[in-house]
């Protein structure tokens, strides 16, 4: 079971959905951004963990496009 998400890690998962560092990584995949955000979002940055609690994703993972 997982715990409810709350406001807080909304509001923090959205800084991460708009980081440029992380975005940069997310799109491209390799490369020494994406190697820092895969070490950083494990231990540092808090805005990585609500996004990985939100999404159900690593910050670092290429986010499926909407299928219309």
């Known amino acids: ?14 800084v991460c959905e708009l980081c440029p560092v992380c975005l940069h990584a997310r799109y491209h995949q390799q490369g020494v951004v994406f190697e820092f955000v895969r070490n950083v979002e494990r231990d540092i940055c ?3 963990k609500a ?18």
């Open 1 to 14: 079971m997982t715990p409810e998400v709350s406001a807080l890690d909304k509001a923090l998962a959205k």
């Open 46 to 48: 808090p805005f990585c």
């Open 51 to 68: 996004y990985e609690r939100v999404h159900g994703k690593k910050s670092h993972e290429r986010r499926q496009p909407c299928r219309r």
